[in-house]
Each structure stands twice: as C-alpha cells, then as structure tokens.
C-alpha cells in the first residue's frame, strides 16, 4: 500500500486560506469517505482534525474544512493562524481493514 | 477521561524484539479498536495494524510475519510486538484509539521511543 501524495510544504500569510492536497487511488481515497485529517506540532502527538472527509470533532475550529473530488481529498485553512503552523497528514481507509496516510504537508505561516 | 499511556523508551540490538504497551483508561476498552502507528524521526505516519474490539488483528503488508499486536483485557492493555528489529525500525510507536466502525483516531497515546542500534 502506497502512501497517499500530500505537498511537501504550503505556506500562506496570516488571514489567508491555504488547501492541502491528498492523492490517493480508487482503492483508497476514491473508494471511500473515510478520509480523516491530523495536525502535528513539533514533539507532539498528532491530533485528529476532519473525519469522513469533511466533518469536525468536538472543539476543532471551523477554520479548518475537508472535500474530496475523485481519488483526490483536500484540507482547507481559513483565516490562516500562527498557531496553524504545523505538519499536517490525511488518512484513508484502504479496504480489507487496513489504512493508510499521506506523506505529509509542513505548513508555514509567513 | 480517555487515556492512553504508553511504556517507556527502549533500545535494542539489531535482530532482537520489542514489545510496547499501551494502557487505556476512561472509557469501555473492549467496545474500540486501538491502532499502532509508526513515525521515524522527520518522517511521516505509518499504519502498523490494528488490535479490533472483536479480538481480530490486522497487519500492513509491510510487517506480515514481524508484528504481533495481542490485548489483556484484565489490564485494559494493549501490546505491540515487534521482531527481527533492524535501524529502520528506529521510531516514535504511537497506540491509537478508532470507535467501532468510525474510521479515524480520536485519541493517541503520548509515544513510545524504540531505537535500534548496535
């Protein structure tokens, strides 16, 4: 199971929208919406974000919005934060109970 | 509330075995799955498998025949064993929790550091 394409690094400006993106295959991100997504601060564990492709957990800021097109998912960030700086990575059911994640994106904020 | 705390860093040889606990706390630990997820420094997640509330293991492809993942339900506990260990496996091993049928992480244990050297 290959791991899902994600751009190594996005960078935006304080108040700016920022999209990740997260390719996967037919027999991932295409063949399900179970699609979550994660932030990881440095040194952190990583924390749950977006789940079945664009909904929010208790306590996550609406800034932050998933969809999904095709074999293709996409994470958005609104009104772009200093505090949004961080790797962020997707995840999708892969079938036959197994999972898989994105390679990952650093974000900046300039 | 939910926790998940995981055992101590750990440093083996080259071609020995790990096993990494995770104890959960504050919610029904038979009713959730909990997941092993792998994490080499500056690198990304990876899905090791998966310990399901009905007793049934699931292992990347990546690590057949090397991974045990088993579970005390007297000690709501889970463990990960890994064998055969070679430098790759150098990583932060992290337990997971996934509600039934949710398909995503909703808590994660704090991470266990193996490394792996001679």
């Known amino acids: 199971q290959s791991a899902l394409t994600q751009p190594a690094s996005v960078s935006g400006s304080p108040g700016q929208s920022i999209t990740i993106s997260c390719t996967g295959t037919s027999s991932d991100v295409g063949g399900y919406n179970r699609v979550s997504w994660y932030q990881q601060h440095p040194g952190k564990a990583p924390k749950l974000m977006i789940y079945e492709v664009s909904k929010w957990p208790s306590g996550v800021s609406n800034r932050f919005s998933g969809s999904k097109s095709g074999n293709t998912a996409s994470l958005t960030i609104s009104g772009l934060q200093a505090e949004d700086e961080a790797d962020y990575y997707c995840?999708?059911?892969?079938?036959?109970?197994?999972?898989?994640f994105g390679t990952g994106t650093k974000v900046t904020v300039l | 509330q939910v926790q998940l705390v995981q055992s101590g860093a750990q440093v083996k040889e080259p071609g020995a075995s790990v096993k990494v606990s995770c104890q959960a706390s504050?919610?029904?630990?038979?009713?959730?799955?909990i997941h092993w997820v792998r994490q080499a420094r500056g690198q990304g997640l990876e899905w090791v498998g998966i310990?399901?509330?009905?007793?049934?293991?699931v292992y990347a492809q990546d690590f057949q025949g090397r991974v045990t993942v088993t579970r005390d339900t007297s000690t709501s506990t889970v463990y990960m064993e890994l064998s055969s260990l070679r430098s790759e496996d150098t990583a932060m091993y992290y337990c997971?929790?996934?509600?039934?049928?949710?398909?995503?992480?909703?808590?994660w244990g704090q991470g266990t550091l193996v490394t792996v050297s001679s």
């Open positions: 997971v929790r996934e509600g039934p049928n949710t398909y995503f992480f909703d808590y």
């Open positions: 504050g919610y029904t630990f038979t009713a959730y799955h």
């Open positions: 995840c999708s059911y892969a079938s036959t109970i197994t999972y898989v």
């Open positions: 310990f399901r509330s009905d007793g049934t293991t």
